[in-house]
């Protein structure tokens, strides 16, 4: 099982701006697309974010494009999530996991971590 650590969450004001990362001690993320979901109060998780193995290709929600952007780095085994003008409906906990083949789906499997928390208030 994968033991996925998220980071970089925080209070941030409207418009603002945050990176998250996602790291996996002992295993391998490379071999894996992964994927970035957040859980608001009272929700479901939903996904946001999507990076093929390489980290060639990406996918975003519709309620991101624009603004957020996914990323990995390969050698330092951590996947980024650089998320600007954040507004202040998209407070959530953030969380990674590793997604199916069908990566583009959003589908994701295997276990999740604890999560980051984003909180967007003025």
């Known amino acids: 099982q994968v033991e996925f650590v998220e980071s970089g969450g925080g209070l941030v004001q409207p418009g603002g701006s945050l990176r998250l990362s996602c790291g996996a001690p002992?295993?391998?993320?490379?071999?894996?697309?992964i994927g970035w979901f957040r859980q608001a109060p009272g929700k479901e998780r939903e996904g946001v974010s999507a990076i093929s193995e390489s980290g060639g290709s990406t996918a975003y929600a519709d309620s991101v494009k624009g603004r957020f952007t996914i990323s990995r780095d390969n050698v330092k085994n951590t996947v980024y999530l650089h998320m600007n003008s954040l507004k202040p409906e998209e407070p959530a906990v953030y969380y990674c996991a590793t997604l199916v083949p069908e990566w583009r789906s959003f589908i994701p499997h295997g276990s999740w971590g604890q999560g980051t928390q984003v909180t967007v208030s003025s």
């Open positions: 002992g295993f391998r993320l490379d071999d894996y697309a």
